[in-house]
C-alpha cells in the first residue's frame, strides 16, 4: 500500500514556512491537506495551499497554535489520519503526541517516550551519558536555589554557559564571565525559560572556547533501524540563533563523521526513536574537529528549520521519509547506502534590523522577489502583500543553495540574496550577503563567536545614510509632484531599478531653476537639491556623495508618498516632509525619550519618576517574540516620566521612559 492509502489525509498543526513545506511534499504524494490558522494567519498563504483550513483562535499562539485541544478537536472534525506539529509549537510536547494516539490520530514524530526523555536538557544528558556518548561538563541536577546555582558555577569555572532545560533556539540561554553577572543572567533565562517553554529551571554547563556547532541528522523507523544522514554545521550564530547553516561540516574527516554519528545513532537507539530527529553537538575548534573532541548538547525530536540543506546533499525528502515511518513502513536503505554529493548552505532571511541590534521589525511586505537560478531553493510562507506580525518568528524565507563545492555554493548563496527584493519590514538580508563574502567563514576556521566579533565588518551597526537610495526616491516624488496636476499619479512600482539620474521626458524640457525638494528620510529630515543639466534632472544631498555609476537600486512604493528605496539588501524609507507629522515626542530632548523598539510586553521596569541613572544604565526590559531586549539609558539624566508598568503591552515606538535634563 502506499503512504496516501495508509495515511490519506494530513492534518499540519503549525504555520508559515514548515506547513507550505509539509503541504508540498503531502499533496505530491497523494494526502489531503488541513491547515489550522489563527486569525492573524485567516490569509497566509499555507491556508490558501492547504486543500481545507480551520480557525483555531486569536493570533497569540497560547490560544490558538498551541492549544492541544482546539487542534486535535479539527483533526477529528475534518477526519485527519495524521497530524504532522512541523517545528516549534507543539512538536516536541510529549503530552501531544499521547493525545494523538490516544484519538486514534497518527502523531508524524517520535513515540511520547522519545519526546519525554530528550526534552528536559537535564534528564537528556543523564540518560545519553549512560549510553556512553560524551556531554559537557557541568551541573544538571534538580536543584534550583540561587546561592546552589551560583556555587556550581564556581566549581565549573567560569566562563559558564546557563540554559533553560526545556530550551531550545537560544531562548533561555546566558553567557557568562564573571561570578557577579550570574545572578542577573540567571534571573533573565529564567524568565525567558517561562515564557517560552512555561518551565523557568536551568542547567549549568562549562563554557567551549571556540566552539562550533556540529549536529547529525538522524532517522529511525519502527522496524528497529536507525540511521544518520550525515552532519550540519550551524555554527554561524547570534545569542545562539542559528543564522547560517551548511552540509557537509566543513573539515569533517571521515573519521570523525563516523564517531559522531556513531554517538548520534546511539543516543537515538537508547530512547527507540523513530522518525526525523537530531542530535546536537559542541565540538571545540581550536585544533579542527578531532574524534575526542565532541559533546553531547541536546536531541531535537523534530524536523529542522536547516533540514533542507540535508536533502540537497542527500536527494532525500525528509518530509517523505517522515511519513513513509509514520505509516509503519521501514526506511529502506542502510547506513552503507546514505551518499552526499555536494555541498548546500541556507540562510535564514528575517524581518529584523542589523543595525539597530536585531531588533525583531514587523509591518506588511510591499515587495517580494526572489530569484530562479541553478542550485537555488527558496522556501517561504508569505508572499508581496502579506503582513510580519509581532505574534510569532519574523522569518521571511529560507534561501539554500547547492553546488559542486562549498565555494560554488557560497557564491551561488551570495548571488541569490543580492537578487532577492523585500520591501517593508527591514531584513537582514545586507547582513547575510556580507556573511557569505566575509574571508573568515569562507577560509576558516570560525566558531560559532565568529558573528559578534565581526558585527561592525558586516554592517551590524548604524550605517551612513544611502545617499544614492535617497536620490533615486527623491527623482521619483519631484516626478510625482510634477505630474500630479496633470495626469492620474503613476502605478506603485515594484522592483523597478532608478539611478539619480533621471531622463528629463517626464518633465517639461524648458528650462527651469533649481528647486528644494524637503524629505523624511527613515524618520530624519533631510533636504535634497534637484537641478536640470543638459535636459537631464539631477539629485544632490548637502554633505553626501553621490556615486552615479550606483544604479541597481528598486523602488517599492509603500503608502502614497512613501518609497521604500531597496540598494545592496538595506532599505531607505523616503517621503515628502510633512511639518504637520512631526512626531513630537521625538523633540523631547536629545535622546530623552526612550521608546519600545518593537510590540510586545514590558515585563520589568527598573527606574522610578524622579531617579537620576547614568548612560547605559538599564532602565526596562520588553520582550517580543519570547526574547528579552534591554533598553538601556542612552546619556544620563533625570526620569521625569515611566510610562506604562510591568506585565502591560506595549507598541512598536511606544514611550517607555522619558529622561530630564
Not at 534528564?123 to 556512553?132: C, D
Request: aromatic share 6%; with cysteine; hydrophobic share 45%.
Amino acid at each position: 500500500m502506499s503512504i496516501a492509502e495508509k495515511l490519506p489525509s494530513i492534518l499540519i498543526a503549525n504555520r508559515g514556512e514548515i506547513a507550505c513545506r509539509v503541504i508540498r511534499t503531502a499533496r505530491r504524494l497523494g494526502l489531503r491537506t488541513i491547515a489550522v490558522h489563527s486569525d492573524a494567519d485567516a490569509e497566509a498563504l499555507f491556508v490558501q495551499m492547504a486543500d481545507e483550513a480551520y480557525a483555531i483562535g486569536p493570533a497569540p499562539a497560547r490560544e490558538s497554535y498551541l492549544d492541544a485541544g482546539k487542534i486535535l478537536a479539527v483533526a477529528k472534525q475534518a477526519g485527519a489520519a495524521c497530524i504532522h506539529p512541523g517545528y516549534g509549537f507543539l512538536s516536541e510536547n510529549a503530552d501531544f503526541a499521547e493525545a494523538c494516539a490516544a484519538a486514534g490520530i497518527v502523531f508524524v514524530g517520535p513515540p511520547a517516550s522519545a519526546i519525554r526523555a530528550m526534552g528536559l536538557k537535564d534528564a537528556a544528558k543523564a540518560l545519553v551519558e549512560k549510553a556512553n556518548v560524551p556531554v559537557v561538563p557541568g551541573y544538571h541536577g534538580a536543584e534550583q536555589g540561587v546561592d546552589f546555582l551560583r556555587g556550581e558555577a564556581r566549581r565549573i569555572g567560569y566562563p559558564v554557559l546557563i540554559k533553560a532545560v526545556a530550551g531550545g533556539g537560544g531562548k533561555g540561554m546566558r553567557k557568562v564571565e564573571r561570578p557577579e553577572d550570574f545572578d542577573e543572567a540567571l534571573a533573565s533565562a529564567r524568565r525567558e525559560g517561562q515564557s517560552a517553554f512555561g518551565d523557568g529551571r536551568v542547567l549549568v554547563e562549562k563554557y567551549i572556547l571556540q566552539p562550533r556547532h556540529v549536529e547529525i541528522q538522524v532517522f529511525g523507523d519502527s522496524h528497529g533501524h536507525v540511521v544518520h544522514l550525515y552532519e550540519r554545521d550551524c555554527s554561524l550564530q547570534r545569542r545562539h540563533q542559528k543564522v547560517i547553516e551548511e552540509a557537509p561540516a566543513p573539515g569533517m574527516s571521515a573519521e570523525v563523521r563516523a564517531a559522531m554519528g556513531r554517538a548520534a545513532t546511539e543516543a537515538a537507539r537508547a530512547v527507540g526513536y523513530v522518525g526525523a530527529g537530531t542530535v546536537e553537538f559542541i565540538a571545540d575548534g581550536r585544533e579542527g574537529l578531532r574524534a575526542d573532541g565532541f559533546w553531547f548538547m541536546e536531541m531535537n525530536t523534530r524536523l529542522q528549520v536547516e533540514h533542507p540543506v540535508t536533502e540537497a546533499i542527500t536527494g532525500l525528502d525528509l518530509v517523505e521519509l517522515q511519513l513513509q515511518v509514520a505509516a509503519g513502513e521501514p526506511l529502506g536503505f542502510t547506513q552503507a547506502e546514505v551518499t552526499a554529493t555536494g555541498h548546500a548552505v541556507e540562510a535564514r532571511l528575517y524581518a529584523e534590523d542589523p543595525e539597530k541590534g536585531f531588533l525583531p521589525s514587523t509591518g506588511k511586505l510591499w515587495a517580494l522577489q526572489f530569484p530562479e537560478a541553478e542550485g537555488i531553493r527558496i522556501d517561504t510562507g508569505v508572499e508581496a502583500g502579506d503582513t510580519v506580525t509581532p505574534f510569532y518568528d519574523p522569518m521571511i524565507a529560507k534561501v539554500i543553495a547547492h553546488g559542486a563545492t562549498r565555494d560554488e555554493a557560497l557564491d551561488r548563496l551570495g548571488a541569490a540574496l543580492a537578487e532577492t527584493v523585500v520591501a517593508g519590514p527591514r531584513t537582514n538580508l545586507a547582513f547575510l550577503k556580507a556573511l557569505t563574502e566575509a574571508q573568515g567563514f569562507r577560509d576558516g576556521p570560525f566558531d560559532t563567536g565568529f558573528i559578534e566579533r565581526n558585527l561592525s565588518a558586516l554592517g551590524a551597526e548604524p550605517q551612513a545614510l544611502d545617499a544614492a537610495a535617497v536620490a533615486a526616491a527623491a527623482l521619483q516624488l519631484e516626478e510625482e509632484r510634477q505630474l500630479a496636476g496633470l495626469m492620474q499619479a503613476p502605478e506603485r512600482i515594484e522592483g523597478e531599478h532608478r539611478s539619480p539620474w533621471l531622463d528629463a521626458d517626464a518633465f517639461s524640457l524648458m528650462p527651469r531653476p533649481p528647486i528644494g525638494l524637503p524629505l523624511l528620510v527613515d524618520g530624519e529630515r533631510v533636504e535634497a537639491q534637484i537641478e536640470w543639466q543638459e535636459g537631464n534632472a539631477h539629485v544632490s544631498l548637502p554633505g553626501h556623495d553621490i556615486d552615479e555609476g550606483e544604479h541597481e537600486i528598486a523602488l517599492a512604493e509603500a503608502e502614497r508618498g512613501t518609497y521604500l528605496a531597496l540598494h545592496r539588501g538595506r532599505q531607505t524609507s523616503v517621503a515628502l516632509f510633512d511639518p504637520f507629522g512631526v512626531d513630537l515626542d521625538a523633540a523631547v530632548g536629545a535622546g530623552g525619550v526612550i521608546k519600545a523598539p518593537m510590540h510586545g510586553k514590558l515585563v520589568a521596569l527598573f527606574v522610578s519618576v524622579g531617579e537620576t541613572v547614568v548612560k547605559g544604565q538599564r532602565l526596562a526590559i520588553v520582550e517580543a517574540m519570547k526574547m528579552e531586549h534591554v533598553l538601556t539609558a542612552p546619556r544620563d539624566g533625570l526620569v521625569s516620566e515611566v510610562a506604562g508598568e510591568p506585565g502591560s503591552q506595549v507598541a512598536e515606538g511606544a514611550k517607555v521612559v522619558v529622561l530630564g535634563e
